[in-house]
């Protein structure tokens, strides 16, 4: 269950050629409503971002395909995020029939 004040974190990772995987992570802290499952929570959230995905899924090569979301709770106490519920994602997957842009990898400093 996920209260008011708690951070969330999202996972969405895409697969993509040559074994590479892209991940989306977002980060949330919730500030109003009641309790809410974190089943539901990510359901919820995963609606917004396909929704959003669907503005720009015909300009994304078409083997970009969405595979998993993950949503992680804050763990005060020990200080780490803890799986709390994953899904398996449909509705992120590309459909441009354009060669993928090259691409390289990225890390977070």
Known sequence: MLTVNDIIRIVITLG???????QMVLHYRLNSGGDISVDDALAAIITSLETAWANIEAHVADTVLGQTAKLLLWDSALSRFDEKASDVIT???GTSVNPMLPHGTAAVV
């Open 91 to 93: 509705g992120f997957d």
């Open 16 to 22: 993509m050629p040559e074994s590479t995987i892209a």
